[in-house]
């Protein structure tokens, strides 16, 4: 009994094959991964506030004025001592 492939089961075909056998599809399955860069622009906005600060110090300054009246006394007129 002979258990080799050389007639594949089919009578009167000796190696020579009309059509070609088509065996079931093998399936292979690669991953690739493809790294891409996306750039991202980031704002930053730096907002500076410039404090100025006034302290406000009070200083006494003292100062003097004078002030000169003149009073008149007046006991009559010249004319009571012309007949003197």
């Known amino acids: 009994m002979f258990f080799g492939r050389r ?3 089919f009578q009167n075909q000796c190696c020579e094959p009309k ?3 088509i065996e079931p599809t093998i399936n292979k399955c690669i991953e ?3 790294c891409h860069e996306v750039p ?3 704002p ?3 907002h ?3 404090k100025h ?11 003097c004025s004078e002030e000169n009246q003149v009073i008149n006394i007046d006991n009559g007129s010249c004319a009571k001592y012309m007949n003197n």
Do not use: A, D, K, L
């Open 32 to 34: 690739r991964e493809f």
């Open 19 to 21: 059509c070609p056998i």
């Open 7 to 9: 007639n594949f089961g």
């Open 48 to 50: 500076i506030i410039n």
């Open 53 to 63: 600060i006034y302290n406000h110090t009070y200083t006494p300054e003292y100062s």
């Open 44 to 46: 930053i906005h730096t």
């Open 40 to 42: 991202h622009v980031c």
